[in-house]
């Protein structure tokens, strides 16, 4: 459930008393304003609590005061995730468990980024975010997203390979939907291959729309996220977006267009070699999927693996690989994503 979030103030920044030995150190801090003080802290407490286990640090809120007691350098992250977390909600945004985990990600790079005595100078929001009308500004929640956004705005054409719960997708429609709020493009083509499992659309019900749909259900997903629904409808029904499976990009040139391939693992050598050359004029193209969820026959290479082993070195072609500690999802998917990659590690590991 979202939090109240008080209007923007000019509240000034958090004070800290640092008290530190060889072993550990105590932290208090205090913050200005106790509206923003409760927020930062979360419903009870279930902010401080998170930060207490992933940085393994002992946190106590009282009123507008949290003292922080651990490890000099885990005391010192936790100090900078509070401080960030107490910067957004001054600016008005809205506060996560899962913005928790970004911030923590944020103050461990902004820890790596600059000396332990201009920590406390470091600037807030390191890392790199989108903005559109509807959800307002999304910022990264770790190194590998914060590259992937600075790729997106740097290059015409990006891919995006890793487990399921990294946010490749969302974050795609994301800049997708940014850049044609702008008038950067002038329409959004999403799509995706409509292989599962060797069914083929001929033998599902219903007309076109309805037989691809349900494969284009997450893209749909996203961009009910950052737009507004009548929008989407309209846009929809004008051409300014369209959401289309991969086998009807054949024999177009898009210009001005931001066209976004999802599930990119499931197209062959040919599809993506097509797909890459319709890249017309002042347009913007982004590739994502997963080469460990293939869809394809046994046998068939992926054109996704394909196109990244020959391009992605190319100027003006960006990549950007998630791992299974880059999952954004849920503590728990990252932990299922983390199992299934063990094996794969070890019989690296075993060989010569």
């Given at each position: 459930?979202?939090?109240?979030?008080?209007?923007?103030?000019?509240?000034?920044?958090?004070?800290?008393?640092?008290?530190?030995?060889?072993?550990?150190?105590?932290?208090?801090?205090?913050?200005?304003?106790?509206r923003f003080a409760s927020l930062v802290f979360g419903l009870y407490d279930q902010n401080i609590a998170k930060i207490e286990r992933r940085l393994e640090v002992s946190?106590?809120?009282?009123?507008?005061?949290?003292?922080?007691?651990?490890?000099?350098?885990?005391?010192?992250?936790?100090?900078?995730?509070?401080?960030?977390?107490?910067?957004?909600?001054?600016?008005?945004?809205?506060?996560?468990?899962?913005?928790?985990?970004?911030?923590?990600?944020?103050?461990?790079?902004?820890?790596?980024?600059?000396?332990?005595?201009?920590?406390?100078?470091?600037?807030?929001?390191?890392?790199?975010?989108?903005?559109?009308?509807?959800?307002?500004?999304?910022?990264?929640?770790?190194?590998?997203?914060?590259?992937?956004?600075?790729?997106?705005?740097?290059?015409?054409?990006?891919?995006?390979?890793?487990?399921?719960?990294?946010?490749?997708?969302?974050?795609?429609?994301?800049?997708?939907?940014?850049?044609?709020?702008?008038?950067?493009?002038?329409?959004?083509?999403?799509?995706?291959?409509?292989?599962?499992?060797?069914?083929?659309?001929?033998?599902?019900?219903?007309?076109?729309?309805?037989?691809?749909?349900?494969?284009?259900?997450?893209?749909?997903?996203?961009?009910?996220?950052?737009?507004?629904?009548?929008?989407?409808?309209?846009?929809?029904?004008?051409?300014?977006?369209?959401?289309?499976?991969?086998?009807?990009?054949?024999?177009?040139?898009?210009?001005?267009?931001?066209?976004?391939?999802?599930?990119?693992?499931?197209?062959?050598?040919?599809?993506?070699?097509?797909?890459?050359?319709?890249?017309?004029?002042?347009?913007?193209?982004?590739?994502?999927?997963?080469?460990?969820?293939?869809?394809?026959?046994?046998?068939?290479?992926?054109?996704?693996?394909?196109?990244?082993?020959?391009?992605?070195?190319?100027?003006?072609?960006?990549?950007?690989?998630?791992?299974?500690?880059?999952?954004?999802?849920?503590?728990?998917?990252?932990?299922?994503?983390?199992?299934?990659?063990?094996?794969?590690?070890?019989?690296?590991?075993?060989?010569?």
């Amino acid at each position: 459930m979202r939090q109240p979030i008080p209007v923007r103030s000019e509240a000034a920044p958090p004070r800290a008393r640092i008290e530190r030995n060889a072993d550990s150190s105590e932290i208090t801090l205090a913050f200005a304003d106790n509206r923003f003080a409760s927020l930062v802290f979360g419903l009870y407490d279930q902010n401080i609590a998170k930060i207490e286990r992933r940085l393994e640090v002992s946190a106590v809120a009282n009123g507008n005061h949290v003292i922080i007691k651990g490890a000099p350098e885990a005391g010192e992250q936790a100090r900078r995730v509070l401080e960030i977390l107490y910067e957004r909600v001054r600016r008005g945004q809205a506060i996560t468990l899962g913005d928790v985990d970004g911030a923590i990600e944020e103050g461990a790079l902004q820890g790596t980024l600059f000396p332990k005595d201009k920590a406390a100078e470091a600037p807030r929001g390191v890392f790199e975010h989108v903005g559109t009308r509807k959800r307002g500004m999304v910022r990264a929640r770790n190194a590998a997203q914060d590259l992937y956004l600075r790729l997106l705005k740097k290059n015409e054409l990006v891919f995006a390979e890793g487990p399921a719960g990294t946010g490749k997708t969302w974050l795609a429609v994301g800049h997708a939907v940014s850049l044609l709020e702008q008038g950067v493009v002038e329409r959004l083509i999403l799509s995706r291959p409509a292989v599962e499992a060797g069914e083929r659309l001929g033998f599902l019900p219903g007309d076109m729309r309805e037989k691809v749909d349900p494969y284009l259900r997450p893209i749909y997903d996203a961009l009910y996220d950052f737009m507004d629904g009548r929008t989407v409808e309209r846009g929809m029904q004008t051409g300014m977006i369209e959401v289309a499976p991969l086998a009807f990009m054949r024999g177009r040139t898009l210009t001005a267009s931001c066209v976004l391939l999802d599930e990119a693992q499931n197209a062959t050598s040919m599809q993506m070699k097509m797909f890459l050359t319709r890249l017309g004029e002042g347009s913007r193209m982004i590739i994502t999927g997963d080469p460990t969820q293939t869809d394809l026959p046994p046998g068939q290479k992926s054109g996704l693996s394909e196109a990244i082993g020959l391009l992605s070195e190319l100027e003006g072609i960006g990549h950007v690989r998630f791992r299974a500690a880059d999952v954004v999802r849920h503590d728990l998917v990252r932990r299922i994503v983390d199992a299934y990659e063990a094996p794969g590690r070890e019989a690296a590991a075993a060989r010569p």
